[in-house]
């Protein structure tokens, strides 16, 4: 199937694992790129968590690695070496997720790959960064979730909290997607390469950067709170009749509203609630008088008045709620796709940022393991017989 989009013709090769590299490399491919990914014969560690196909394919690995191409690859045999340097002299950029060593080892590094094509980007993802004293340390989102400081203030008093949702990978993806983008458009004006290099750590610190300021320069120790904000109330979860809600009220005119539509307008003038920080501090006479008023209404009207008065608030749903949930599919939010052994369709999340002229689309599910291998193969080179020679040396 051709690639189309804005960004078709640009190729990327993928060496990427786990979260933060394949999202990076979904991004670009969602948008065009010709996006291959390279994959272990036996098949990479990250296509097998949490399965759901009778070949054991996991549900995140089939979410983030849609639109690509698997290319099967033992980087341990000699013949590999030459397999990478012709992917390398037929891309535009090389994404990694690797330890420094290993990508040197497997002449992944930016000097071998310019050498044999000079405007090569290399984007490399790590934990923390390609230098200082943890260059060479490995990991994961809930590392630097706990060494960014949110794991600390996440949760109510107690055990330091993870957050569910990988935001540490993603938004390290993102932020490396956007650095891909800014070297594609310098290398368009200049001609010039370059390395992006993203790290899991530094979008931690990026993403703590209000509470890191607040901290050094007042002097402020928060401490967990569970759902409450630091910063105004109300601004929480609430428990209305059938289930919870979330409301959250930032602003004096909000707040205004707010204590009208809760039948506490004396909130109004008492100094006690006087600015957003104030009402944080007193938050618990705000929850009191928030949870009266639910008291007798369903999750349901609630939500209705609060919007009615124009104040944010929304159900806590599940995720069968989700699926279900009429905006969801008014959006078309979520896409079906059939996929081998998958005992039911397959929903993924569709493009997440809408381009009124150049949208990007899903055009192909996720690749089975080493689909496109022979494919690829040619295209970068090889002969029929060179392909069935590397493959009886279990190179591909």
């Not at 707040?255 to 003038?269: K, M, P, Q, S, Y």
């Not at 990007?360 to 392909?387: N, V």
Request: net charge negative.
């Amino acid at each position: 199937m051709p690639d189309k989009g804005p960004l078709s013709g640009i190729r990327v090769i993928d060496f990427g694992r786990y979260i933060a590299a394949p999202y990076c490399g979904m991004l670009l491919a969602d948008m065009g790129a010709d996006v291959i990914r390279v994959d272990r014969r036996e098949g990479s560690e990250d296509r097998y968590l949490a399965p759901i196909t009778e070949d054991g394919e996991g549900s995140g690995f089939l979410s983030l690695n849609r639109n690509k191409r698997s290319l099967t690859l033992d980087p341990a045999k000699r013949e590999s070496a030459e397999v990478i340097q012709r992917l390398g002299k037929r891309a535009d950029v090389v994404l990694a997720n690797l330890p420094i060593d290993v990508l040197r080892k497997m002449r992944l590094d930016y000097d071998s790959l310019r050498a044999v094509k000079p405007d090569i980007i290399l984007a490399r993802i790590s934990a923390f960064g390609p230098d200082g004293p943890y260059a060479n340390r490995v990991g994961f989102d809930m590392v630097a979730q706990a060494m960014s400081g949110a794991m600390a203030l996440t949760g109510f008093p107690g055990t330091p909290m993870r957050a569910l949702i990988p935001f540490e990978d993603y938004g390290t993806a993102l932020h490396t997607a956007f650095g891909v983008m800014v070297a594609l458009y310098h290398r368009q004006r200049t001609g010039e390469g370059q390395i992006v290099d993203g790290s899991l750590l530094a979008t931690g610190i990026t993403f703590a950067q209000g509470l890191l300021a607040e901290r050094a320069v007042i002097g402020v120790e928060r401490k967990q709170k569970g759902n409450a904000s630091f910063y105004a109330a109300p601004a929480d979860a609430y428990q209305a009749q059938d289930g919870w809600i979330v409301v959250s009220v930032v602003g004096e005119e909000m707040f205004a509203r707010w204590a009208r539509l809760v039948g506490r307008e004396d909130f109004i003038a008492d100094p006690r609630f006087a600015t957003d920080l104030l009402r944080a501090d007193h938050s618990d006479i705000i929850t009191a008088a928030m949870n009266a008023w639910l008291k007798i209404r369903t999750s349901t009207q609630a939500i209705a008045e609060l919007e009615t008065a124009r104040i944010p608030a929304g159900p806590v749903l599940n995720l069968d709620q989700v699926m279900a949930d009429p905006q969801v599919k008014a959006r078309k939010l979520l896409q079906s796709f059939e996929y081998p052994g998958a005992p039911s369709p397959v929903p993924l999340a569709t493009i997440p940022v809408q381009l009124s002229v150049t949208p990007g689309e899903i055009r192909r599910r996720a690749p089975t393991l080493g689909e496109h291998t022979d494919e690829i193969l040619k295209e970068i080179g090889y002969s029929e017989q060179e392909i069935t020679e590397l493959r009886k040396g279990e190179v591909v």
